[in-house]
């Protein structure tokens, strides 16, 4: 009979983070790496694995010699997502697209994929959401019909594989990588352990076969991606869709970028034909009207690198119970509370005890702080009952002590606005730095928020 020692041990058990997929040998309250609190779940032990070095079929060669014309960008067709993209698809590069249901992700996806096919490019969609003849129909609804453009409908990993290996396609798109599964690995679709080998095996024939890869990732609640933070590593490019659900605007906007910058912005324009991209959408930011109104004020705000005009609203009601409210729509409501508090402050302003109702027009939202002023004139035109002047856009950053600062790309935000018909602009002192503002518009320079609040009433610092 084996004496106790000579017995073989059970596994020690491990913990596996349900968020990001983060292990331990031991339970701990907090995923030490995406922070989260409880999410450790207990899997069984986990296994150490060293690979035997093996023969090698591709030698590391001087970097001065490898091909770099293989990882040039290819157009896809649709200007604003290769603005987003940095030119286009990268052959073996893989982009996660993520957004909330029904912002449009699909819909710019199949749109894609039927350009791309028509370029032409073999091409292989891929749902795992919706059967083949319900893409087909959103394909003729959005006149997205391509002869190269193959059609699936699968949910096994497997299954999906063999597809590529019989289409041999250059563009893959994942809709959505949630949806497919590893019968090799346990667990429900969409859990830590699925995304992490469905994702690793789609990048592994990305990168072997040359194929640019489109996957489709859901979000959570709070907006971020599901799934293990490791998805997000593992992927050349992240793409965020923004937007309302009530409005016809979409903001694409890249997270992470391998292959371009991470400032550029992309809009488009959603409707039952599909989804159109707006090189100019200034215009959508704006409410078209004879004579200005109390409560208004325009800036400029800069999404990546390109100036978008919008409009702020404000309305300014007395409250009637003891706590005033603070609705705000498109606009972060710590900084409107913050410019309140600035307005009563420093600027003399009766705003403290008073419900304020804040919003974009557009659905357009406004983190940039340059929006500062325009929100703070807003609220001041709002409580004086006076509009500002016809054609007035304002610029800057409004800080605790009423000052008002300076911000970037002053002169390219002024040339926008005058681009649209936009005569005088209010912007903090010294801003310009030695350019010049667009001939034939009245600039008048700030330098705090008392001074900027006297330009409703017709006073402060002179027009130059």
């Known amino acids: 009979m084996p004496t106790a020692s000579a017995r073989k041990k059970p596994p020690a058990p491990s913990y596996r983070c349900a968020e990001c997929g983060w292990t331990a040998i031991k339970w701990v309250g907090r995923c030490s790496e995406c922070q989260a609190w409880g999410t450790l779940e207990e899997v069984g032990q986990v296994g150490v694995h060293t690979a035997a070095a093996t ?54 996806l199949l749109d894609v994929a039927a350009r791309a096919a028509r370029g032409p490019r073999r091409v292989l969609y891929v749902s795992g959401e919706e059967s083949a003849a319900q893409v087909r ?59 992490r080998e469905v994702a690793a095996a789609i990048i592994q024939v990305a990168k072997q076969r040359d194929i640019s890869v489109l996957l489709v990732g859901h979000v959570t609640k709070d907006g971020s991606i599901a799934g293990p933070r490791v998805l997000e590593h593992l992927v050349d490019v992240v793409v965020q869709f923004e937007g309302e659900r009530h409005s016809r605007l979409r903001l694409v906007r890249a997270a992470k970028n391998r ?37 208004t004020c325009v800036t400029v ?40 508090a600035v307005l009563d402050r420093r600027a003399g302003l009766p705003v403290s005890r008073s419900d304020c109702y804040l919003s974009t027009v557009g659905g357009v939202r406004l983190s940039e702080p340059a929006a500062d002023l325009a929100i703070a004139l807003a609220i001041a035109s709002g ?32 040339a926008e606005a005058f681009r649209i018909g936009f005569r005088r602009a209010v912007i903090p002192s010294g801003s310009l730095a030695g350019e010049a503002a667009p001939e034939g518009m009245q600039v008048v320079e700030v330098d705090d928020v008392r001074d900027a609040v006297r330009l409703i009433d017709g006073g402060g610092p002179r027009l130059t």
């Open 137 to 195: 129909v959103r394909a003729e609804r959005i006149e997205a019909l391509a002869r190269t453009l193959f059609l699936a409908s699968e949910t096994d990993l497997g299954t999906v594989l063999a597809q590529i290996d019989q289409v041999r396609p250059e563009l893959l798109v994942i809709d959505s990588v949630q949806t497919i599964a590893s019968t090799e690995i346990p667990g429900s679709p969409g859990n830590v352990s699925q995304v």
């Open 383 to 414: 409580v004086q009952d006076r509009p500002m002047g016809a054609g007035t856009v304002a610029v800057g950053e409004v800080g605790l002590a009423g000052e008002v600062r300076a911000v970037s790309g002053v002169a390219r935000r002024l």
């Open 259 to 295: 292959y371009g910058p991470t400032d550029e912005v992309g809009c488009f324009d959603l409707s039952d034909v599909g989804i159109v991209g707006l090189p100019d959408p200034s215009g959508l930011f704006l409410t078209r009207r004879e004579q200005p109104v109390p409560g």
């Open 55 to 108: 023969v090698l079929e591709r030698p590391a060669v001087p970097i001065g010699e490898v091909d770099g014309s293989q990882a040039s960008a290819r157009p896809t067709g649709v200007s604003e997502f290769d603005r987003v993209l940095g030119g286009g698809l990268v052959p073996g590069a893989v982009i996660l697209v993520a957004g909330e249901p029904g912002i449009g992700k699909s819909t710019l």
């Open 301 to 340: 705000t800069l999404e990546g690198r390109r100036p978008l005009v919008t409009e702020v609203q404000a309305l300014m009601v007395d409250g009637v119970q003891g706590n005033p409210r603070r609705t705000t729509s498109g606009i972060d409501s710590s900084r409107t509370a913050m410019i309140l």
